[in-house]
């Protein structure tokens, strides 16, 4: 009889072999283990998120009907009514338009100069780094509400401390009071790109800056020809996060309606959406809600294919 038909007979299996059952105890383990960790985070994430989006799309799908002039209203589904009058409405229209152009304008400028301040922290001729590091990084830790409050102040004429200038600029004015939002959303978020940026900066590995010193680049060479392009991933992500929080301005600009009769309550989405469901009309604005997110998600997916493409390319 050969060892592997005693093993058998005597029913124990060689050692290489692995039995059936440990396979599905450590499985059920596995996913004992997935449930706790996930499951918090599926909850709220549930409770939170799904639902009042299911919610807000539910609501965009109602209207509401009287019996007569005076009768008590009632909500009825009305299928896509809601969203016609969101297609028809100019107001709702050019406060997309009007971020868009804050975007296409504020966007840029802001992540151009959050680089450029990662750049000289990551430089090695910058002294002082903790220094400059929490004097970019500050103006984050304002609230937005403070800063618009400050900025709208400093752009006052008969409040600002510097009259000669505010009084030959009207910052306030309608050509200008958009741009005078920008500063304050740059001032503000600045600092914030840029620990994004600067981050990416600190992972690329030293071994690269060396190799381009032994090649003779300078400071000016690494950056432009290192550094920009291994943190492209990030200005990536600033970028997408940036359209984000254009399309959904709020703060600011409701702020400046108390200091500037050119800002309306529907000069952005997110005023117009706020005003209709002051009226209230919680269903059209939700409806414009649902709109404002599908039209974020264009744009978002629409840089993060443009630039996948550039690096396959």
């Not at 007979?9 to 706790?36: K, L, N, S, V």
């Not at 400028?109 to 990551?122: R, V």
């Not at 200038?165 to 600045?190: E, K, M």
């Amino acid at each position: 009889m050969t060892t592997t038909e005693l093993l058998v007979t005597r029913g124990t299996r060689p050692r290489g072999g692995a039995r059936r059952g440990d396979g599905r105890r450590r499985g059920a383990r596995h996913r004992g283990a997935i449930t706790f960790f996930i499951g918090p985070f599926a909850a709220l994430f549930l409770l939170f998120y799904l639902l009042p989006i299911g919610y807000a799309v539910w609501q965009s799908l109602q209207v509401i009907e009287r019996d007569g002039t005076y009768g008590a209203p009632r909500q009825v589904f009305g299928g896509l009514q809601q969203y016609v009058q969101v297609f028809e409405s100019g107001e709702f229209w050019a406060s997309v338009g009007r971020m868009l152009l804050f975007g296409v304008v504020q966007v840029p400028i802001m992540l151009g100069l959050a680089l450029l301040f990662a750049l000289l922290l990551d430089s090695p001729i910058l002294k002082g780094k903790r220094f400059f590091r929490l004097a970019f990084f500050a103006p984050y830790a304002v609230p937005g509400v403070i800063a618009a409050i400050m900025w709208g102040f400093l752009y006052s004429p008969n409040l600002s401390p510097f009259t000669d200038v505010t009084r030959a600029v009207d910052f306030l004015s309608p050509g200008a009071v958009l741009w005078s939002i920008a500063n304050v959303v740059t001032w503000v978020f600045v600092g914030y790109n840029m620990l994004i940026i600067y981050s990416a900066l600190l992972a690329i590995p030293a071994e690269v800056y060396e190799a381009a010193r032994l090649d003779g680049a300078g400071q000016i060479r690494i950056a432009w020809s290192i550094k920009i392009p291994m943190v492209a991933p990030a200005l990536v992500l600033t970028t997408v996060f940036s359209i984000i929080g254009t399309l959904q301005l709020l703060a600011e600009p409701q702020v400046f309606r108390s200091f500037s009769s050119a800002v309306s309550s529907t000069f952005t989405p997110n005023m117009m959406i706020y005003a209709t469901s002051s009226i209230p009309n919680t269903n059209l604005a939700a409806a414009f809600s649902v709109v404002l997110a599908l039209a974020t998600f264009v744009l978002s997916f629409a840089v993060l294919r443009g630039s996948q493409r550039k690096v396959q390319q």
